[in-house]
Each structure stands twice: as structure tokens, then as C-alpha cells.
């Protein structure tokens, strides 16, 4: 995962952050703006709400999309990435934010975040990409070890596993530097996970599922919370 998604950073980070963007075109004017957009939606779909002395993890930076919005929001945000190029480029991007740690995440956990050390998780178009829905699971449990009690999660998974199926289209654009690369591959196409297992995992996290919004979509919302 980290040679895959180094591999997209230095080939147009932007891009594969947001694909709703031009691939060799960055616009970083939208490109800050459609995270302060996409973390108004989030919350509000699952009735969350962040607060200005909150700690808060952003699973999946990349190059600080959704991490710059947090930032504004509240007192401090973890920033936990698998790819290396992101984070240097998600430091260079945001060097006014004095509030946010970045950190190189190891593909499967939270380490090195401490136990009971955040007030909020937040992931968006993250687990989506990982192969092994397991791992998605474990990131689920480990955010029951770093949220405090009482905290909570808003994050996306996917509950659909048509979209994650590989499709022919643009191969020779992709060869010739034309199309973006990489969209064939399982650490792109990454996989769904179900609702029953994501409700085990979140009860051996320590986790209560409060909110689920799109259920059977590639676009599901899950509010979770910590038990007390």
C-alpha cells in the first residue's frame, strides 16, 4: 500500500485524493475548498460535531484535504498516512497549520497514536481502497483504543462490492502518461466490508454503532462512539 500510493503522490496526488478533480490539472483552490465541503456533509449526515478544544485523528490524510479543515476547527489534529510522499507533500502544503501532527501510519493500525488520546476519529474515502477488508476491521478496533470515553468516529466504508471489480477502459492512454495509472489495481479498487462484520469489530473495539447512513453503498457512513 505505501509503494502503491507513494507511487500516486508523485504521479498527481491531488488527483487521486479527489478523482472528481482534472488528472494533471490540480486546482488547489477547490481542491481546499471541496474538503471543507465534503467534512460539512459528513457530519452533518451523521449529526456530528466538532468542538474547539477537541483532539481530533484524520485516518488517511493523504495530502491534508479534510486535515486542513479539522485544523481550522479544532485545537489539534492528527494526521495518519501509509504513504510517505503524501505526508512530505501534505507538510508542504499546509505549513501554516501549527496545530497538526503528521504521521507515517504502517498500513494496518494506529500506532503510534496513544490509547484514549482523542476526542474524535474521521476517515473519508479511505477504506475504500484497502484490499483486504480485514485490515479495514482493525482500523475499526483501533479506533476504539484511541478514542477517548465518550468519544466518537465519523467515517465512509464501502457496502458495495460491485464497484470494486476491475473494468477495461483507457489502457493504452494509461501506458502513453495520457490517463491516470494504477485504477486497475486491488490497492485502488480495494474492497467492501459488511455492516455485521463492521458491527463485531466495532464492539471488540469498545465501539457502539450509533448512525448508519447509505447503507448497500459504495458510499456508507457510520457514526460510532466509545463507551464510557
Not at 145 to 151: A, H, I, Q, Y
Not at 180 to 191: C, F
Amino acid at each position: 500500500m505505501q509503494r502503491f500510493w507513494d507511487a500516486r503522490a508523485r504521479e498527481d496526488a491531488l488527483y487521486f485524493i479527489d478523482t472528481r478533480h482534472t488528472y494533471g490539472a490540480p486546482d488547489l483552490e477547490r481542491f481546499w475548498a471541496s474538503g471543507e465541503e465534503d467534512l460539512d456533509l459528513l457530519l452533518a449526515r451523521l449529526g456530528a460535531a466538532l468542538a474547539p478544544t477537541d483532539v481530533v485523528v484524520d485516518i488517511g490524510c493523504g495530502a491534508g484535504r479534510l486535515t486542513r479543515a479539522l485544523a481550522a476547527r479544532t485545537a489539534e489534529v492528527v494526521a495518519i498516512d501509509v504513504s510517505a510522499e503524501m505526508l512530505e507533500r501534505a507538510r508542504a502544503l499546509n505549513p501554516q497549520a501549527a496545530n497538526i501532527t503528521w504521521l507515517h501510519g504502517d498500513g494496518t493500525s494506529l500506532a503510534p497514536i496513544a490509547d484514549a488520546s482523542a476526542d474524535a476519529c474521521v476517515s473519508h474515502v479511505v477504506f475504500q481502497h484497502i484490499p483486504d477488508p480485514e485490515i479495514t476491521l482493525g482500523y475499526v478496533r483501533e479506533i476504539g483504543r484511541v478514542l477517548r470515553p465518550g468519544g466518537w468516529a465519523a467515517f465512509q466504508v464501502s457496502n458495495d462490492p460491485a464497484i470494486h471489480v476491475r473494468s477495461r477502459g483507457q489502457g493504452l492512454r494509461r501506458l502513453l502518461g495520457r490517463a491516470p495509472r494504477g485504477q486497475s489495481d486491488a490497492r485502488w479498487l480495494g474492497s467492501a466490508v459488511s455492516l455485521e462484520d463492521l458491527r463485531a469489530a466495532a464492539r471488540e473495539g469498545g465501539l457502539v454503532l450509533e448512525r448508519v447512513e447509505g447503507e448497500g453503498t459504495q458510499y456508507c457512513l457510520v457514526l460510532a462512539r466509545r463507551a464510557r
